[in-house]
């Protein structure tokens, strides 16, 4: 289940007032390129992937956490039945399945990080997992950045990116070019399009 597209606007606007900072912008620009780019594959729905996008950092609502965002959001989403964008605020950072990919600290408890682990390992990934996964690492706060640009921007916050998630967000770019038959920078407007 999701909330309507009004309705997930207003939850990121509530989240925000909670806990201010780029993080809201983000979303906006990663529900930006879900849509642009699931308008262009025939098996996905662009009023979800949007949805989807816009809520997969929602967990940042409860304040400054790395890892612990992707639990409070899917615990958030959870509460309010929404299971489709719960699903995606735990499997937008894992291009892996892995917690090895995972840049930032691992600040979460034991009862959360088993909480991760079990639903990961049940998760199957399905095309708007996978769609998150790519737009979250195509977005900025003010537009769309070029991939590279915004790995080497969390390097440098964070001080590393494993190889292995570099290598997953060039196969899922590589994955929704031959999906949708086009260059990915131009379904979503990279050269052009800004939030503000």
């Not at 995972?102 to 997992?129: F, N, P, T």
């Not at 967000?169 to 131009?186: A, P, V």
Request: charged share 30%; proline share 3%; net charge negative.
């Amino acid at each position: 289940m999701l909330p309507s597209r009004k309705e997930a606007e207003e939850l990121l606007k509530e989240a925000e007032k909670c806990n201010p900072g780029p993080w809201g912008d983000h979303s906006r620009v990663t529900a930006y390129c879900a849509e642009k780019i699931a308008q262009n594959c025939d098996d996905l729905n662009p009023e979800k992937a949007y949805i989807v996008g816009l809520l997969h950092d929602i967990g940042r609502k409860f304040g400054v956490r790395h890892l612990g965002h992707v639990v409070d959001g899917y615990q958030y989403m959870m509460a309010l039945g929404y299971d489709e964008a719960a699903r995606v605020c735990l499997s937008h950072s894992f291009q892996n399945k892995s917690l090895d990919d995972y840049v930032g600290k691992k600040d979460v408890s034991g009862d959360e990080l088993r909480l991760i682990l079990s639903q990961m390992e049940q998760m199957v990934y399905d095309d708007y997992d996978r769609l998150i996964q790519l737009c979250d690492s195509l977005s900025g706060s003010e537009g769309v950045l070029d991939m590279e640009e915004r790995m080497n921007d969390v390097q440098r916050r964070y001080g590393f990116y494993p190889s292995e998630k570099r290598s997953g967000n060039h196969r899922l770019k590589h994955y929704f070019e031959e999906k949708t038959g086009g260059d990915i920078y131009n379904i979503v407007e990279k050269d052009t399009f800004r939030l503000r």
